[in-house]
């Protein structure tokens, strides 16, 4: 058996296939982001949420795609945790965007992307990945990711700088006093995911006029940012996963045309065409 896993900072999503690539099990935990996580809090989060899926221990094979696995250091931590609950299997830990890549990629080289709570890309030619740029995460980076939109409008509802619609309908919504908002943005660990939460928001209201620029404008940031420095993004397919490129599909498409980009697939989840590339050849 092996177990794969798609580690976003939100959840974490697994899928455990046999030989024969058929579903042993599947679930969800919380995100496992070793930016905010130690190896013990890695081992303890799995133990506390996958109480009722114990089968999947059994695994030969871990194959760990995680948000936050930029360095050696941060895969450390992250393989040492999983080794606290695996403890009889192969372990391999690589970054989210090598896992988005391997999902979506086809016959040809291509730019792989992830747009979810945070934002990432990489070129991909089947083998390997190279990155323009790298991901600086939510306080300096993550372009048109869900973090990057929640930020936006925290900002511009306590700056009082809503239209009086949107203002009332994110007040009764949320209710959200300025002490709380420091509270969890200042004070409260994986502040990205709770600001990505408010993306709800946009798919909400979506035709606003105001909303609808602001996720041009954080598209907008991240194809300019990710993806046209690649200097064969012309040549090439774009695909997108994560949780953020489904819900504003159209939006997304629309602003790849505006720059001329030969836009691709788009998955809400990589997971399952993951785990049929890792079947296909086995040790990717």
């Known amino acids: 058996m092996i177990c794969i896993a798609d580690g976003g900072s939100t959840n974490c999503d697994w899928l455990c296939l046999d030989e024969n690539g058929a579903e042993v099990t599947s679930f969800t935990t919380r995100g496992l982001n070793p930016y905010f996580l130690s190896s013990d809090d890695i081992a303890k989060a799995m133990d506390e949420d996958t109480r009722d899926q114990m089968q999947f221990r059994a695994a030969q094979r871990v194959f760990f795609y995680g948000a936050g696995v930029a360095n050696l250091s941060l895969s450390q931590t992250v393989r040492i945790g999983l080794e606290k609950v695996f403890h009889r299997a ?22 792989a992307c992830i747009l979810g709570t945070g934002s990432n890309a990489c ?38 700088q809503l239209p009086p ?21 200042y004070r409260t660990p994986n502040e990205n995911v709770w600001m990505a939460g408010f993306s709800l928001f946009y798919d909400e209201h979506r035709s ?77």
Request: glycine fraction near 8%; charged fraction near 25%.
């Open 90 to 111: 192969e372990i391999t830990v690589a970054h989210d965007v090598l896992g988005a890549a391997l999902a979506v990629f086809e016959d040809d080289p291509c730019v």
């Open 123 to 160: 070129w991909f030619d089947g083998t390997e990945i190279r990155q323009a740029v790298p991901s600086l995460a939510h306080i300096l980076g993550d372009e048109g990711s869900g973090s990057w939109f929640g930020k936006q409008l925290l900002r511009a509802y306590f700056y009082h």
């Open 165 to 185: 619609e949107l203002s009332e309908a994110f007040e009764d919504k949320y209710n959200l006093t300025e002490e709380e908002l420091i509270e969890k943005v």
């Open 208 to 284: 606003h006029p105001l909303l609808s620029q602001w996720l041009k404008e954080g598209f907008d940031a991240f194809l300019q940012t990710h993806v046209l420095p690649y200097k064969e993004w012309d040549k090439a397919q774009v695909h997108f996963v994560g949780s953020v490129a489904a819900a504003f599909e159209n939006e997304l498409r629309s602003c790849c045309d505006a720059h001329g980009i030969n836009h691709g697939k788009i998955l809400a989840k990589p997971l399952r065409a993951l785990g049929e590339q890792l079947l296909q050849n086995r040790g990717a």
